[in-house]
């Protein structure tokens, strides 16, 4: 009886040591959730305010969205807890040197790699993007999840998963000693809808991050009416927009696309342009006017994003030569590297270099028309004489090669052999509607005119990191 009292005094002293223990290491926290062994992390319930999940790498949770790998669980016999970490690629990585720096093995490399391509070419894996590479926790095995640093591999390489889109990804998984297997996921995502509109004070970007839009939405809005619209002098205070699009967000929560423009209007001093969003069923679409006439011109005035305007049209003294000379083209002043597009569907009729234009490409777009790109850095993938290319297609680069004293695109449109000033000239139209094909714009465009008012009114969205 003695010895059943102590035991039973020296239990209940033991709990309350414990206790007090785990109040203050709480309050020391500041209310901080205590450290959670690696076995309860398997279990922990989804919630947006569980430290559990916010702390450390991030860990693959029962039911956890987006990700489509199988639960880990810490019954007996099962499999051990997985971890995922994030790798970026860095400029000159490849698939295998990210891997590498994973912890991966060279047979392990090789495998998974071989894997992958059976989903999506590795060689498409650019700089910036991220590996979500993941570990198997060795047997019993109780780290903290705070407690692993980044870099640090936690356990054996079981596979990768990478976003290829922003509605999949490709899972790489551990299927014995040496095989992986690969498959494409769809991410589970949302989609809305919202109306945005602003007064331009001093741009349209300006104006258009004031109304809440993203980087990627004002960039659909500039494209779509860059046919028909001088962004460089044709914008002016006062002038407003409208517009109606579809944003999606991924299950972790971030907007991963906000281009699909379904209605927009550009007021430039007191004359409304209107462009309605067509689906062809096919995966295309196209933008027509409230007439349904199409918004796509067979050309493009200005074949470069976000460039100025640095010499126009005309006699001019050139810089290099000292004299007066015409000039037959327009010059558009970019950084070095900047992308160049193809103005129009067509032929490549020329790649190559061309005396003091420099690295140059021509374009044949039909019997009429043609156009030529000047004093590029380098050409674009595939870009060679013969080869077809269609509009919006990246043709070259940015450079300063030939007679040029600074880096910029030197372009030219000619029609029947002779240059006209891109800039002033009426450009081909594109493609008109008629018969059953204008019905259904028309009823098309009375329904989303219909939705547009409907929609509430202010701030379209805040971007999110």
């Not at 060795?138 to 903290?144: K, P, T």
Request: charged content about 25%; proline content about 5%; some cysteine.
């Amino acid at each position: 009886m003695l010895l059943r009292g102590i035991g039973t005094i020296a239990g209940v002293a033991v709990t309350g040591v414990l206790c007090v223990a785990y109040v203050l290491n709480h309050s020391a926290k500041g209310g901080a959730a205590p450290r959670i062994p690696i076995s309860s992390l398997a279990l922990a319930p989804i919630s947006l305010g569980n430290p559990a999940i916010s702390a450390g790498p991030k860990m693959q949770i029962p039911g956890a969205p987006g990700l489509g790998w199988h639960a880990s669980t810490q019954e007996a016999g099962g499999p051990q807890p997985i971890f995922e970490q994030r790798f970026k690629v860095k400029p000159g990585d490849t698939l295998a040197s990210v891997l590498n720096r994973a912890g991966a093995s060279p047979g392990e490399r090789h495998a998974s790699i071989k894997a992958f391509a059976e989903r999506h070419n590795p060689r498409y894996i650019r700089s910036g993007q991220e590996l979500r590479v993941r570990y198997r926790l060795a047997a019993g095995d109780d780290q903290d999840a705070g407690d692993l640093k980044a870099g640090a591999n936690p356990g054996t390489f079981d596979g990768f998963a990478f976003s290829p889109a922003y509605d999949s990804d490709v899972l790489v998984e551990r299927q014995g000693t040496k095989a992986f297997a690969a498959k494409l996921i769809a991410r589970p995502l949302e989609r809305h809808v919202s109306r945005a509109e602003g007064t331009i004070t001093s741009s349209l970007y300006s104006a258009g991050k004031k109304a809440g839009l993203t980087e990627q939405t004002l960039h659909e809005l500039i494209r779509a009416f860059s046919w028909d619209v001088d962004f460089q002098r044709g914008i002016r205070r006062g002038d407003a927009f409208e517009l109606m699009f579809n944003w999606v967000v991924n299950d972790e929560g971030k907007i991963v696309r906000s281009d699909e423009i379904l209605f927009a209007a550009l007021t430039l001093q007191g004359d409304r342009k209107v462009i309605y969003r067509s689906d062809d069923g096919q995966g295309g679409f196209e933008y027509f006017d409230i007439k349904g006439n199409s918004a796509q011109k067979a050309l493009m005035r200005t074949p470069i994003d976000g460039a100025r305007l640095s010499s126009g049209f005309g006699r001019r003294r050139h810089p290099v030569l000292g004299y007066t000379k015409m000039h037959r083209g327009v010059d558009f002043a970019a950084p070095r590297g900047t992308p160049i597009y193809a103005a129009g569907n067509g032929i490549v009729d020329f790649a190559g270099r061309k005396g003091g234009y420099g690295k140059y490409v021509r374009l044949r777009h039909n019997g009429t028309y043609s156009t030529a790109y000047a004093h590029m850095s380098k050409y674009g993938r595939g870009v060679r004489t013969g080869k077809r290319v269609r509009q919006g297609q990246i043709i070259g680069y940015v450079g300063t090669t030939g007679r040029s004293t600074g880096n910029h695109l030197h372009y030219e449109i000619l029609r029947n052999g002779r240059q006209l000033n891109p800039m002033r000239m009426k450009m081909p139209s594109g493609r008109k509607l008629i018969g059953k094909e204008l019905t259904r714009f028309h009823a098309l465009r009375k329904a989303l005119d219909r939705r547009y008012k409907s929609l509430p009114k202010g701030r379209a969205l805040v971007a999110r990191k």
